[in-house]
């Protein structure tokens, strides 16, 4: 029994994506890896490069942003996808591009770019595309109930 107003989608008219769902899966866990070794490269570059502090302490700021927003597009995209709502969706979309930005950034702009760090970056950028697609896709086939 659902609470009051809430409706399950009709039998037979399942439009979450599978796709979208795996890489929002497979996000989630490379989001994980991604953020754990980043931390051990600001250490690393604190420790051996001469990182101003300010940048240091800015660019690790702007890495638990980073986490804040692509936690939180993760859930919107996951919901919306699963309980085949556009609102949650939309949101997940709308988070997609500072999400970008911040990969973004972090592969160009901050003071030292390691290469392991552009191939991180990269794939980031990889997986915010596909979803933001696939997104595209989802929201479309929701908008045709």
Known sequence: MLPRGL??????KRLSSTPLEILFFLNGWYNATY???ELFIFLYKGVLL???TANLVLDVVMLLLYLGIEV???????KGNLCQRKMPLSISVALTFPSAMMASYYLLL???VLRLEAIMNGILL???GSELLLEVL????????
């Open 50 to 52: 001469p990182y101003p």
């Open 126 to 128: 990889f997986f915010c």
């Open 72 to 78: 939180i597009r993760l859930f919107f995209g996951t």
């Open 138 to 145: 989802t929201l479309a086939a929701f908008s045709r109930i």
């Open 110 to 112: 901050q003071t030292y």
């Open 7 to 12: 409706k399950m989608a009709p039998r037979g």
């Open 35 to 37: 953020f754990l070794l």
